[in-house]
Structure formats: structure tokens, C-alpha cells
């Protein structure tokens, strides 16, 4: 057998432009020869965490109305243009963003720029819509989340994790907090934050930068600078020094789960990006799937568990990046026998040193799939643009392919001190008679 070489896909980042218009707005272009479709996708620096006390889920309903019309493009016409040229549209809330895409021919990227541009200028909402649109966010509440056992528990265990910061409040919102959500409150929270300089524009696809840069000249240029900065609270949450542990039994339930989540590192943590890299990957080499050592030992060793996933997520809580481990116990096992078979596990990995073939594995899986992924020009729109709202910069994201591969051994086994009960939050999701 030939010896793998595990760098052997990484080729380095792709091609990467970047200009500011005179009022502020970021311009990010990613040219790819292939295909003829653009992805034009712009980013606004407003999330769930910006959402005012008591007005929990007003970013995500906000996104919802920013769908129903302009004075210029009213409500389903652009819609409807997408749908006749074959592309496809959306939108995104997040804890920290908000951002809306176009994937449609390249002939049509002027297009979506003048009516991103009319939108970001101001929605045109009437009490009708608002009212008819809250009810259509109260029932996607209801359906992803109210009726959703998992969920429910997910909701509980990140307000454990982070009970006096802005993370611990769902994006979605409260119900009886969206309930209580006005088209006055959208439009306050649309001028505080839908502004040229608190947004990004990523254009990945069939466009060379410099056609990108001339249209967004033309069309973005008009919007007029902000006044004054922009004002968002940031909370600290004080060092978890406490192992939570949540139940949550539901009739709904069939099997049995445990659910943790890892606090990661902190905002200003030191060299943050390759101690990110490291924890990227000790994450993986825990937890991919049937190739992961937990699985090797929890499930194929002890057979304790069915299955056992984790994954680390930078940037899915601003605050600090954390780790979600999922573990599915055997027929014959407790949820508490598993969850002290996972820190004892966890304990002996970690004494036991790091596989030198495991470690080389594990980066170059992390690497070829960031490789294979930049076939897709949504895919790299998303990548940029969320590192980049997220406040790294385009040589952050260029660098981290050769950050994952200067992981060490050693790296890797002080990164592992992130999965211990101190810093978690734990939830067994368990069944109950109707």
C-alpha cells in the first residue's frame, strides 16, 4: 500500500478580491471560471444577539418583512423574476448576522444589487403584513420548535450555558415575545442596523472582481453612510465553574439522547485562530462519525453507545466558539452510565497521546472538504462573508487550511482540556408515557 500524503489537495485559497465603497459598504469578490451562475449575497452585522430585552426573535422577523416589498419592487415581484430565470433566493438569521443571497445567470447580478440596495433603503410594511407575517413566524415556532423535543432541550441547555448573556435567548425568539413584535420595532431596528457601513457584499461565481466592483459603484453607491457608529451591547459571561445537567422527558421521545455542549475559547484569547485550528481539530478526531475515537471506543470497545457525534462550532455563539457532542446510548444502557463512560473516555484519550496516522487523517479530511467545497460558489460566499461579518479578515480565512496542517500532537491533547463536565452543559433527552 502506497503512503498517504496528506496535503496532497490543498492548493491554497482561491482568488479574492476586496474593495470599500465611499459610504462604507465591503465589496468581496470570488471570480470562478467554471459555470455562468453568480451567488450575490450580502451581510448585514445584526443578530439575535442585538435583539432589544424583551423583544427576542425582532432580527429573524425583521428578515421575514424584509420579504414583503418596496416601494420600487413590490411584494413578490422580485420573487417572481428570480423563479422566471431559473435561480433561487433566501435568507438567514443568525445569533450574530443576517444575510441575504441570490443564485441567478451572471447577467442578472445588477439585478440583485438594485434591489438589495432598495431594500437595505427601507422596507415598505403595512399593519396587514406585519400582523399576517408574525403569524407565519409564530407557527414556524411552533413547528420548529414548541413541537420539537430535541429542540426544546437545545433551547434549555444554551440558556444554562450562557444564562445572562444574549446567546442563552433562542434566534427564533420567545413566543410570547414575538407575540408582542410591531412593524415599528422592525423598521427602528432596520435604521439602527440595515446601513452601508454595517454591511458586506460577497459576489462568488461567473464575474470577473472588477465587473463586480464597477456594478456595485453604480448601484450601492447611492445608499448614503450611517450617522454616527454603530451601537451594539456586548456582554461577558463570567467562567463556567458548574457542570449543568438538564432533563427533559417527552412522549414524543423514541430514543433515549445525550446532548452536551463544551464551552471553547473566549473572546481575546491568545493566538486565537490556531488555537481554534487545534480544537477544529480534536473535535474531528473525536468525533467523526464510526472514524472518531469516541466511537472506536464507546461504541466498537465498550458498547455502551449506538453512536457518538461532536463538532466544533466557532462562530455559531459570538461570545465564545463551543463544541456540541451527541451520543446515543445502547438498548441496554442508561443515559448515566454513558455519560460517565464519556468522561472516563474522554480522560484516558487524552492520557494516552495522540495516533500520529489518526492525527495526519484527521487534517486532511478537514482540508479536502474545504477543498471539495470550494467547488461551489455559494459555498465560498458563505465561507468569506461569515468569517469576514464575524471580524476576521480574507488572510484569517486564506490561512486556514495551513493552520489545520501545523496542528500538532501536542496541540491537540491542550486542546482536549475544552471537553471536561466543568466547562459544559449536559441534557438527556429521555421518554415518558403519554
Not at 485559497?13 to 469578490?29: F, H, K, M, Q
Not at 463544541?323 to 492520557?351: G, M, Q, Y
Not at 487534517?363 to 461551489?376: G, L, N, P
Amino acid at each position: 500500500m502506497l503512503p498517504m500524503k496528506h496535503d496532497c489537495l490543498w492548493s491554497g485559497p482561491p482568488s479574492v478580491a476586496e474593495a470599500t465603497l465611499d459610504n462604507g459598504l465591503r465589496i468581496v469578490a470570488i471570480p470562478r471560471s467554471r459555470g455562468r451562475a453568480v451567488t450575490h449575497m450580502i451581510w448585514y452585522g445584526v443578530g439575535a444577539m442585538d435583539d432589544p430585552v424583551d423583544k427576542s426573535g425582532l432580527s429573524h422577523f425583521l428578515e421575514h418583512l424584509m420579504f414583503k416589498g418596496t416601494e420600487r419592487f413590490p411584494e413578490d415581484s422580485f420573487s417572481n423574476f428570480i423563479h422566471e430565470v431559473g435561480g433561487r433566493e433566501n435568507a438567514m438569521t443568525h445569533r450574530l448576522w443576517t444575510n441575504y443571497y441570490q443564485v441567478v445567470p451572471s447577467e442578472h447580478l445588477r439585478a440583485c444589487m438594485e434591489y438589495e440596495a432598495d431594500r437595505m433603503a427601507g422596507p415598505l410594511l403595512h399593519e396587514p403584513v406585519v400582523a399576517a407575517e408574525r403569524d407565519v413566524v409564530l407557527a414556524e415556532r411552533g413547528q420548529t420548535s414548541d413541537n420539537n423535543p430535541t429542540e426544546l432541550l437545545i433551547e434549555a441547555m444554551q440558556t444554562a450555558m450562557f444564562p445572562a448573556h444574549q446567546c442563552g435567548r433562542p434566534i427564533i425568539g420567545w413566543r410570547h415575545e414575538i407575540e408582542g413584535l410591531s412593524g415599528v420595532d422592525a423598521l427602528r431596528h432596520a435604521a439602527r442596523f440595515y446601513r452601508p457601513d454595517n454591511a458586506i457584499v460577497v459576489v462568488a461565481g461567473a464575474v470577473e472582481a472588477e465587473t463586480v466592483f464597477g456594478l456595485a459603484r453604480e448601484v450601492y453607491s447611492t445608499l448614503p453612510r450611517g450617522v454616527g457608529p454603530v451601537e451594539r451591547i456586548r456582554l461577558v459571561t463570567p467562567p463556567r465553574r458548574v457542570h449543568h445537567r438538564l432533563t427533559l422527558p417527552s412522549a414524543q421521545v423514541r430514543q433515549p439522547m445525550l446532548r452536551r455542549i463544551y464551552a471553547g475559547f473566549p473572546p481575546g484569547f491568545p493566538d486565537l485562530e490556531s488555537a481554534a485550528a487545534a480544537l477544529t481539530v480534536a473535535a474531528d478526531m473525536l468525533g467523526r462519525g464510526q472514524l472518531g475515537l469516541l466511537h472506536g471506543r464507546l461504541v466498537d470497545d465498550d458498547g455502551c453507545a449506538q453512536s457518538v457525534n461532536l463538532t466544533y462550532l466557532r462562530d455559531t455563539f459570538p461570545e465564545r466558539s463551543v463544541s456540541i457532542l451527541t451520543a446515543v446510548p445502547s438498548i441496554e444502557t442508561s443515559l448515566d452510565v454513558l455519560d460517565a463512560a464519556l468522561d472516563t473516555a474522554l480522560v484516558e484519550i487524552r492520557k494516552n497521546g495522540i495516533p500520529a496516522e489518526t492525527l495526519a487523517s484527521s487534517k486532511h479530511q478537514i482540508v479536502a472538504e474545504m477543498t471539495y467545497e470550494e467547488d461551489s460558489a455559494m459555498t465560498l460566499a458563505q465561507r468569506f462573508g461569515e468569517a469576514l461579518i464575524n471580524g476576521r479578515s480574507l488572510a484569517d480565512v486564506a490561512a486556514w487550511g495551513g493552520r489545520i496542517f501545523a496542528v500538532t500532537a501536542d496541540d491537540v491533547v491542550r486542546a482536549l482540556t475544552h471537553f471536561e463536565p466543568g466547562a459544559a452543559v449536559t441534557g438527556f433527552l429521555v421518554g415518558k408515557e403519554a
